[in-house]
């Protein structure tokens, strides 16, 4: 069933432009809330959202929508992606909601869909939903309206923030504690700005808070995941033992040493697989990542004794594979680490709090912790263009082609059409650095050329 709406991660787009608008937020409510009231029970929805001026907006508009099909709704307030997916679960409610466009700037936002199961939403169902929100188009509205007896509720969930914040501590092993630890967080002045400095505060560390004073539209600006420097000098600065950079909703994080560097996702991925498999706690026979992560992680999970499966880019496939396979452990390279023993999707948090078990249970410092395996040159670059189907164009078509065919045995090329961004991502990776550098610069020529 073809798509239009949704794309790789909900609905996206810039605030108060569709599909981000109130009237269709109205009528994606309307819509999901029809397909998800089975059964003669009272219905529930959960809705939270991260700290951008247009979840004022867009807030009410889904409540409205939810109400007027006649299910309850329950407001959690700026609180991280993953919290959303967990508290449908623990009230088991029959919807779960979150407004944010995660690393995006204040101005776009976004709608994301959660099953009862507190998992995204399959493509399917999203299609399912799309074809009633077509119907509400035509004016076929049926049954769906509720009766005014059977108008739904709102109210605020007055103790979302301590359940998280429990919720996520449970995480951490029972036995240890961040006492003596300095930790630097950075909260993208997004969802997790209070959550975040709490968790790591009544575990035991000192903490230093960054972008955790939110106006509605600094969110991810110059701070967080996608401009982790600022983390990486505050943890020079305060003699920090790690730091820690979330992105607007807090699903992922891009973490720092104590001396400042970057650590890798795939780094992140390698240590917590390790970890458990040593603690006998890894299941499904491996972990679960995507095309995007490097050969070396591979290789080092390999000589593990365990398996790396890889799917498409995007959280939500590396979530659908696991649950196939009964993998407790994937994520991706930028950061999303899903951690399925705690959580439905990737929770930056969490994901940390594992590292952090890792460096108090070994004693070891965090750049040593975190290098398990020597990474292959790979090198990705972001091409913007300005409409079209640059792809589709037969030069750059065959620019692909003569370069996959120069890398043939010795490395590997990926090109993927971003679908939260007008951008293409090329990425190459092999032995050679300097060929490496080659392929992505040729292609990605090709691609400007191509798109003036």
Known sequence: MTRKLFGTDGV??????????????????????AHFTRGAHRHTVVIGKDTRLSGYMLEPALTAGFISVGMDVVLLGPMPTPAVGMLTRSLRADLGVMISASHNPFQDNGIKLFGPDGFKLSDGVEGEIESRIDAQGNGALGGDLAEPHLLGRARRLDDALGRYIEFVKASFPRELRLDGLKIVVDCAHGAAYRVAPTVLYELGAEVVALGDEPNGMNINDGVGAMAPQRMCEAVGAHGAALGIALDGDADRAILADETGRI?????????????????????????????????????FVNDLGVGLVRTPVGDRYVVERMRAG???????????????????????????LQVLAVLVASGQPASAATRCFEP???????????????????????????????????????????????????????????????????????IVAATG
């Not at 890894?282 to 995507?290: E, Q, Y």
């Not at 971003?418 to 080659?438: H, K, N, Q, W, Y």
Request: proline share 3%.
């Open 326 to 352: 009964g993998y407790n452990v994937g994520g991706e390279q930028s950061g999303h680490i899903v951690l399925s023993d705690f959580t439905t999707t990737g929770d930056g948090l969490i994901a940390a």
């Open 376 to 446: 292959l040159p790979q090198r990705l670059r972001n091409v913007r263009f300005q409409g079209g189907q640059p792809l589709e164009v037969a030069a750059v078509k065959r620019t692909i082609a003569e370069v996959e065919a120069k890398l043939n045995g010795r490395g590997r090329l990926l090109i993927r059409k971003s679908g939260t961004e007008p951008v293409i991502r090329v990425m190459a990776e092999a032995e050679d650095e300097a060929l490496v550098s080659e392929a992505v610069d040729t292609v990605a020529a090709s």
């Open 12 to 33: 996206r787009g810039t605030a108060n432009r569709e599909p981000i608008t109130a009237q269709t937020a109205l009528k994606l409510a309307m819509a999901a809330g």
């Open 263 to 299: 650590i890798d996702g795939d780094q992140v991925m390698g240590l917590i697989a390790r970890s458990w498999l040593q603690a006998g706690r890894l299941s499904g026979g491996g972990l679960v990542t995507t095309v995007m992560s490097n050969m070396g992680l591979e290789r």
